[in-house]
């Protein structure tokens, strides 16, 4: 899943790039779950502080279309299960860089925000997306995070019953 970067300007300060290095190309903040159902409420996103992130940008001559920020041992094999070509690496940086950046969630009008989690490792996925009521153990820093439900123990519904992006995540839930 990947998290679009919602202030290209921000992105470009934060790494130490400038706008031209930068390009125009969009660039997404590529994260994993196992638990895609549970995006329509996500909250933020989850990267480590000390872990090593690229900016790369995937594909070849004038064809570099887009912009791709990956923990950098993952990289090599993001791209191969992304099915993309060779990447050329435009900055390199850490986690904490990152902290407070704002990304548009992918299939909703709202943006959230990049915070630090120790919980996010480099054996499943190169970031972490932050469900509602989140607890604060494992994160550096509380996050102001939106709670899920309207009063206590009553959910409330992420997406309304007609909204798209429902038909695509009912195929992912688990069965019984």
């Given at each position: 899943m990947a998290f679009r970067v919602a202030d290209r300007a921000d992105l470009a300060a934060r790494?130490?790039?400038t706008a031209a290095?930068?390009?125009?190309?969009?660039?997404?903040?590529?994260?994993?779950?196992?638990t895609?159902?549970?995006?329509?409420a996500n909250q933020a996103v989850a990267l480590r502080a000390e872990f090593r992130y690229v900016l790369a940008q995937s594909g070849t001559g004038a064809e570099r279309r887009r912009g791709?920020?990956?923990a950098a041992e993952l990289l090599e094999p993001s791209l191969?299960?992304?099915g993309l070509g060779g990447a050329a690496v435009l900055a390199q940086f850490e986690g904490r860089a990152l902290e407070g950046l704002k990304l548009q969630h992918p299939f909703q009008d709202r943006q959230v925000p990049v915070v630090l989690a120790e919980h996010v490792t480099l054996d499943a996925g190169t970031g972490a997306y932050t469900p509602p009521r989140a607890r604060s153990r494992g994160f550096r820093?509380?996050?102001a995070l939106r709670?899920?439900?309207d009063q206590p123990g009553r959910q409330r519904r992420a997406l309304p019953a007609?909204?798209?992006?429902?038909?695509?995540?009912?195929?992912?839930?688990?069965?019984?």
């Open positions: 790494i130490g790039l290095r930068l390009g125009t190309a969009p660039v997404d903040v590529v994260i994993w779950t196992t895609p159902w549970t995006l329509p791709l920020i990956v191969k299960r992304f820093r509380r996050a709670p899920a439900g007609r909204h798209p992006a429902r038909r695509r995540l009912r195929w992912m839930r688990p069965t019984r």
